[in-house]
């Protein structure tokens, strides 16, 4: 069957369903991952009572409207990100099958356009995943950039992706080594700091495998330049890019999962002063006032390393957080959709 058989309407009414079901379980993600929390088990529950949520509760995006943004076992408000991510998931899905579906051309088959379409979704879900936990932990799960690189480099292995093998690889090697050396290493080696945490590298691996070198290079050049944009008006603005306060504060949670929390956020991001970044981030969870576990994991965590609080100058503590993960998801994404048209007009210029 070949792909131009189904109706157009169809093939964005089946995206559009299948995006915003998977935009439910990257919201599963995005709150459970950075808690070290499994997706799998326990079952879906209200984080502000614990009461299981019934299924029909959890549909897409109809559940959050019907429900007017309120939890109905207790009532508490629901965080707007649940809605947003699942119309966002929904709209990509939506994207992606109408450029491998719909527009795959009279000669194309339904089965390798599907597989495609599915592949490139995971990707862009990935991003959206490590967008929305960037923005909230400042750190870029490896959930989201190891199985999504090696999804990236078998889609071209198999010739359904849209670059080669060989450009696949090479796009993540530039990716992970060329930013790792240069923006993590060179960058701490020269100046005392990091220029990005940890994660930033391992996702630009993913956005290689799939976009291939020029995806990447194009990534962390529209990426670096809207971040600048961005840090630039909430400067001016006078607006914080730290991220949003967690949607359960830190005295809640069990000593262990802090414990583990904190070891894995230094671990991530050693730029950071481990004492400021403790208490910011118990600061910014409402936890400032009480939470024995925290204050115990917390101290416990950063007696792991003292010497990492040590040889940073007032200008480093001062230094503005700006999560980069997001303006690299971004930029990734404008290239999958529009790259391509914008550097052959770029380079048409010089013709």
């Not at 503005?320 to 999958?336: C, D, K, Q, S, V």
Request: one cysteine or more; a negative charge.
């Amino acid at each position: 069957m070949y792909a131009s058989e189904l109706p157009e309407a169809l093939v964005r009414a089946i995206a559009f369903v299948f995006g915003a079901t998977w935009g439910s379980f990257f919201n599963v993600c995005i709150y459970r991952w950075p808690r070290h929390m499994s997706v799998v088990s326990p079952p879906s529950h209200c984080p502000a009572c614990g009461a299981p949520v019934q299924a029909w509760r959890n549909v897409p995006i109809l559940g959050y409207l019907l429900l007017r943004g309120r939890a109905a076992c207790c009532g508490a408000p629901m965080t707007p990100r649940y809605v947003v991510v699942e119309v966002l998931g929904a709209v990509l899905c939506v994207g992606v099958a109408e450029r491998f579906v719909v527009h795959a051309g009279p000669g194309a088959e339904l089965l390798p356009a599907s597989l495609s379409a599915l592949a490139y979704f995971m990707f862009a879900g990935g991003l959206l995943v490590a967008t929305f936990i960037d923005l909230e932990w400042l750190v870029i799960p490896d959930e989201v950039s190891l199985p999504g690189a090696a999804l990236g480099l078998m889609v071209a292995g198999n010739g359904i992706g849209l670059v080669s093998a060989e450009d696949a690889a090479l796009g993540a090697a530039m990716g992970f080594l060329f930013v790792q050396l240069v923006f993590v290493w060179a960058y701490e080696r020269f100046t005392g700091r990091r220029g990005m945490g940890e994660g930033d590298p391992k996702l630009l691996l993913m956005i290689g495998a799939f976009l291939g070198w020029k995806g990447v290079l194009f990534a962390v050049v529209a990426g670096s330049m809207q971040g600048l944009v961005a840090a630039a008006v909430a400067f001016v603005a006078g607006h914080s890019l730290l991220p949003p306060p967690a949607d359960d504060p830190l005295d809640t949670w069990d000593r262990e999962s802090l414990l583990m929390y904190l070891k894995d956020l230094f671990g991530r991001h050693p730029e950071l002063q481990r004492g400021e970044e403790a208490l910011l981030r118990l600061r910014l969870t409402g936890a400032e006032n009480g939470g024995a576990a925290a204050g115990e994991a917390a101290g416990e965590a950063l007696a792991e390393d003292p010497a990492d609080t040590d040889g940073r100058d007032s200008d480093d503590r001062e230094r503005p957080m700006i999560p980069f993960g997001p303006f690299l998801a971004l930029g990734a994404l404008e290239f999958f959709f529009f790259g391509e048209r914008v550097i052959d007009a770029y380079f048409g210029l010089f013709e």
